[in-house]
C-alpha cells in the first residue's frame, strides 16, 4: 500500500491525494502505462530482491489520460515496525525521452520523402527476418531521373521522388517496408509475401501509377524500373539485395519501365 507521496509527484500525475488514493486503491503500479505494467513490476520485484534496490525507465498515466515518461529509482527499507518497503524517487524525464525519440527517428527517417533510409529500411527488415523467415524484395530505380532534373529542374525532381513514396506506402500493408535508398533508388519489402502473382499485380500498380505522375513530365520520359528477389530461407539482406540489384539490370536491359525475377535471371 501507498504510505506517503509528496506534492511534486501529485503535480506530475494530476491528482490530489484523495482521487490519487481512490484511483489507485493505494497500489501506484496502477499508475504505470497498463502495456508497461507486467515487465515493471517484474523489473522492480527481481532487482530488489537481489540488490535491494533498482533504477528502471517506464511510462505513467496522468489523471487526463496523457503518458509521461518516469525514471523511478528506489531502495528497500525496513520500517520501524518491522514492515518491507520500498523508498522511490521518481523523476520526469519526458523531455530527454521526446529528444532520444526525435533523434532515432531523424536517424532513420529520409528527410525529403518522410519514408524510411537506407539504415532505417535495413534495421527494419532485417528484424522482420527475425520475425519471419520468408518475404519478397523490390528494388526499384527510377529511369531517365537525370534528364527529368536537368530538363525540369531539381524542384520537380524532388516532386517526383516524393510521390514515389506516397504511391509505395500506398501498396503497401503495415508490416511491409518502405525506404529510399538514396537518390532515386527505392526499396520494398513484402513480409511473408512469396507467390508471383501477387508480386507481379503490386509492381504492375506501383509502375502504373507512376506512369500517370510521369505524363507531367513528359519530355523526360521517367518510368520506374523493378527487380524483384524472393528471399530464400536463411538468406542474409546483402543476400538478398544483390539478387534483387542483378534482377533489375536485368529488367532496364531488357525495357525501362519494366520489372524481372531474380528468377527469371538464373532461368
Not at 11 to 33: C, K
Not at 235 to 245: S, T, V, W
Amino acid at each position: 500500500p501507498l504510505y506517503v507521496i509528496n506534492d511534486t509527484m501529485l503535480r506530475y500525475l494530476g491528482y490530489t491525494y484523495e482521487e490519487l488514493v481512490q484511483q489507485t486503491d493505494e497500489e501506484m503500479i496502477r499508475i504505470v502505462a497498463p502495456e508497461d505494467r507486467e515487465w515493471v513490476e517484474r523489473e522492480i520485484l527481481d532487482s530488489v530482491k537481489d540488490r535491494g534496490e533498482y533504477e528502471v525507465q517506464y511510462r505513467v498515466v496522468r489523471k487526463d489520460g496523457t503518458y509521461m515518461w518516469m525514471l523511478d529509482k528506489g531502495n528497500e527499507v525496513i520500517t520501524e515496525d518491522g514492515r518491507r518497503a520500498v523508498i522511490s524517487v521518481m523523476l520526469d524525464i519526458s523531455k530527454n525521452m521526446c529528444i532520444q525519440e526525435q533523434l532515432r527517428k531523424e536517424s532513420m527517417e529520409d528527410g525529403l520523402t518522410k519514408i524510411l533510409n537506407r539504415r532505417g529500411g535495413i534495421h527494419f527488415i532485417k528484424k522482420s527476418f527475425a520475425e519471419r523467415d520468408t518475404g519478397t524484395l523490390m528494388l526499384l530505380d527510377i529511369d531517365n531521373f537525370k534528364s527529368l532534373n536537368d530538363t525540369y529542374g531539381h524542384l520537380a525532381g524532388d516532386e517526383v521522388l516524393v510521390s514515389l513514396a506516397d504511391i509505395l506506402k500506398r501498396s503497401t500493408r503495415k508490416g511491409d517496408v518502405v525506404s529510399r535508398m538514396g537518390g532515386d533508388e527505392f526499396l520494398v519489402y513484402l513480409s511473408g509475401c512469396t507467390k508471383k502473382e501477387i508480386v507481379r499485380e503490386r509492381v504492375e500498380s506501383i509502375g502504373r501509377q507512376f506512369l500517370e505522375i510521369g505524363r507531367k513530365y513528359e519530355l523526360s520520359r521517367v518510368s520506374v524500373s523493378t527487380g524483384i528477389a524472393a528471399r530464400e530461407q536463411g538468406e542474409r539482406f546483402e543476400e538478398l539485395y544483390q539478387k534483387a540489384d542483378r534482377a533489375m539490370y536485368l529488367a532496364k536491359k531488357q525495357k525501362k519501365g519494366g520489372y524481372a525475377f531474380a528468377s527469371d535471371g538464373e532461368e
